[in-house]
T-cell receptor, first 114, second 112 residues
Framework: AQSVTQLGSHVSVSEGALVLLRCNYSSSVPPYLFWYVQYPNQGLQLLLKYTTGATLVKGINGFEAEFKKSETSFHLTKPSAHMSDAAEYFCAVTHIDSSYKLIFGSGTRLLVRP | DVKVTQSSRYLVKRTGEKVFLECVQDMDHENMFWYRQDPGLGLRLIYFSYDVKMKEKGDIPEGYSVSREKKERFSLILESASTNQTSMYLC???????????FGQGTRLTVV
């Protein structure tokens, strides 16, 4: 069975500092991996995704993530945090064996200090 | 602009009521999902549909049922609402290969 673990329910950074949100997955077959962002009182918006090909993927708002098969990780990074990045971030996994059902982690709330 | 539309943003229902949450997508997607979102638990899959009239249980189907009579519409039904079903409910749709899911704005349901 596939699963997703996000380390840290809350991460706090200063404006301008590096953002690192951690995601580890378990999957017995090649996964598709996603990061979604949720702003208050809104639905989820796709930040970036890995399906095949280049393992370093770039997304919207300056975020990027690297698929590391050996570490079963897909950590999300941004070189310089902005106040508008404050939101909740969800890592998700899917693959063909699960009929492409999306399985989510428990989420990480990013706080950005002035 | 692609859309997944949930019929209500906020709902208040009484214990024991039958509750319908409606979701419509305009992307001709085969896959549709209902999730429940609770603090600290992330999104948990309630039901999944991969085609009209086809459904599959997710991780927490107890107390819920679904209906998909048309491709664009996926309904979540709470047969007899209980207070522990107070939550945020999110609908999503995706293509058959699951490369991207689109989400509705969510319905915050309160059962009193």
């Amino acid at each position: 069975a596939q699963s997703v673990t996000q380390l840290g329910s809350h991460v706090s950074v200063s404006e301008g500092a590096l953002v690192l949100l951690r995601c580890n997955y378990s999957s017995s077959v090649p996964p598709y991996l996603f990061w979604y962002v949720q702003y208050p009182n809104q639905g989820l918006q796709l930040l970036l995704k890995y399906t095949t090909g280049a393992t370093l993927v770039k997304g919207i708002n300056g975020f990027e993530a690297e698929f590391k098969k050996s570490e079963t990780s897909f950590h999300l990074t941004k070189p310089s945090a902005h106040m508008s990045d404050a939101a909740e971030y969800f890592c998700a996994v899917t693959h063909i064996d699960s009929s492409y059902k999306l399985i989510f982690g428990s989420g990480t709330r990013l706080l950005v200090r002035p | 602009d692609v859309k997944v539309t949930q019929s209500s943003r906020y709902l208040v229902k009484r214990t024991g009521e039958k509750v319908f949450l409606e979701c419509v997508q305009d992307m001709d997607h085969e896959n549709m999902f209902w999730y429940r979102q609770d603090p600290g638990l992330g999104l948990r899959l309630i039901y999944f549909s991969y085609d009209v009239k086809m459904k599959e249980k997710g991780d927490i189907p107890e107390g819920y049922s679904v209906s998909r009579e048309k491709k664009e519409r996926f309904s979540l039904i709470l047969e007899s609402a209980s207070t522990n079903q107070t939550s945020m409910y999110l609908c999503a749709s995706s293509s058959p290969t699951g490369e991207e899911a689109f989400f509705g704005q969510g319905t915050r349901l309160t059962v009193v």
